[in-house]
């Protein structure tokens, strides 16, 4: 890989934990207010395990896993 598509990945890698943990924390309040709308908080939840895959599928990326 090369130093400027090593850069882009990790910017991406960046962006993905951003936009995961934004989406936790919005999970979380939405859970603590109480009353929330089931359907958006399931939506949620599935769109934060698709950004887990694709952050694990971005760090196989920048850290392969080479067995010596």
Same mark, same amino acid.
């Given at each position: 890989? @090369?130093? $400027?598509?090593?850069?882009?990945?990790?910017?991406? *890698?960046?962006? !993905?934990?951003?936009?995961? +943990?934004?989406?936790?924390?919005? #999970?979380?309040?939405?859970?603590?207010?109480?009353?929330?709308? /089931?359907?958006? !908080? /399931? +939506?949620? $939840? $599935?769109?934060?395990? /698709? !950004? $887990?895959?694709?952050? @694990?599928?971005?760090?196989? *990326? !920048?850290?392969?896993?080479? #067995?010596?």
């Amino acid at each position: 890989m @090369s130093e $400027k598509q090593d850069k882009q990945v990790r910017e991406q *890698l960046l962006h !993905l934990q951003e936009e995961h +943990r934004d989406l936790d924390a919005a #999970i979380m309040a939405m859970t603590q207010q109480g009353t929330y709308d /089931q359907l958006r !908080l /399931q +939506r949620m $939840k $599935k769109r934060k395990l /698709q !950004l $887990k895959d694709e952050i @694990s599928r971005v760090e196989d *990326l !920048l850290y392969p896993d080479i #067995i010596a």
